[in-house]
């Protein structure tokens, strides 16, 4: 099996409108001819076609690399990189990421096929064109399910027509700390759009970060489902910056104050609980972006969030050449966070 890089995956790209947009993701939903849907499979048809794509893997070794998703701990890896689903089908196959860890094809976890594309930012063109790409190469080899009146066939009646799932992955902490969340994020609900929160604890969206999704996918095109994401996005991406303008104007010293105490606590604390350094993450990102810390670029301060989470914290201790795991959670949180500010000092 492969192994996941440190800190080289998606998470670390920069990208337009990075400042408030952390990430763009598309994922394509495709079935084979000729084979049930996975959770009808046959144990012999679900080996052929997985037999098959692993032959078709092999010939791209050089580009992707293949994980064991009931792996131990590779399985968590993946949810928190959002590669993965947490709740997947049972008995799910394969994964095949690229070595950038930007791009990811699921195998028999809920449809045959599951392209999963990211971009730093907001490049839903560019994650689209890069699952476009793979999907094509695809289908050359593996025939896909379409009708011409219901489009691409899939396992849930919700992904027919284009088979497209798009997303955008948003940092919205001035909206949040003056009471304007739940209306902007209830105006682009209205207009047909999912909103959720990153990293749940009950229902509160640790560090200030949601994830606005396409929620159509039949009776309209590809083209033009990116395009309505991209100007909902634009919509809060316009109202979070108006209300920053308030935090630096009338509430500079305030906002500075809650940066650099954070910064403190992150570089310097023996112990964080995830909610408490997704809490501080928030700042920090915030202070970046407004220019009031300079220690971090916006890519690495996005990082943070994914490599805080809890299988990340072991596996990326691992890059800094420490290899115990027996201390408490918070406790390593707390070590990678000091090791990775000073490295970047």
């Not at 990211?118 to 190469?137: K, P, Q, T, V, Y």
């Not at 025939?143 to 009646?157: K, N």
Request: negative net charge; charged residues 30%.
């Amino acid at each position: 099996m492969a192994d996941l890089k440190h800190e080289t995956s998606w998470f670390s790209d920069q990208g337009p409108e990075q400042d408030v947009v952390m990430s763009s993701r598309v994922r394509l939903a495709r079935n084979v001819v000729g084979y049930a849907f996975p959770g009808h499979m046959q144990p012999r048809e679900r080996a052929e076609l997985e037999d098959s794509l692993a032959e078709y893997f092999s010939d791209r070794e050089e580009e992707f690399g293949a994980f064991d998703t009931d792996e131990e701990g590779f399985r968590e890896l993946l949810v928190e990189r959002n590669f993965f689903p947490a709740e997947p089908a049972l008995d799910a196959g394969p994964l095949y990421l690229r070595n950038d860890e930007r791009l990811a094809v699921q195998v028999n976890n809920v449809d045959h096929l599951r392209i999963v594309s990211f971009r730093g930012g907001l490049d839903l063109r560019g994650a689209l064109d890069d699952g476009d790409e793979i999907d094509d190469s695809l289908e050359d080899e593996f025939p896909v399910s379409v009708s011409l009146e219901w489009g691409y066939l899939t396992a849930r009646l919700d992904d027919l027509g284009t088979g497209l799932r798009a997303s955008t992955m948003l940092h919205l902490p001035a909206l949040r700390r003056l009471g304007l969340l739940e209306e902007a994020l209830g105006a682009v609900w209205k207009e047909g759009f999912s909103v959720r929160g990153f990293a749940l604890e009950g229902t509160e969206s640790l560090g200030d970060v949601y994830q606005l999704a396409s929620r159509q996918t039949l009776g309209i095109g590809e083209e033009e489902l990116v395009e309505k994401l991209e100007r909902a996005t634009m919509q809060l991406v316009n109202y979070e910056r108006h209300v920053r303008e308030s935090l630096t104007d009338s509430r500079r010293g305030e906002t500075e104050d809650a940066v650099y105490r954070a910064m403190g606590i992150l570089s310097y604390s023996r112990c964080l609980t995830r909610t408490e350094a997704f809490r501080l993450l928030s700042w920090l990102r915030l202070g970046v972006a407004l220019g009031m810390a300079q220690e971090i670029t916006l890519a690495q301060a996005t990082s943070l969030f994914f490599l805080t989470q809890r299988s990340h914290v072991v596996h990326s201790l691992k890059g800094y050449g420490i290899d115990d795991t027996q201390e408490n959670e918070d406790e390593q949180r707390a070590v990678l966070l000091r090791r990775y500010l000073e490295s970047q000092r």
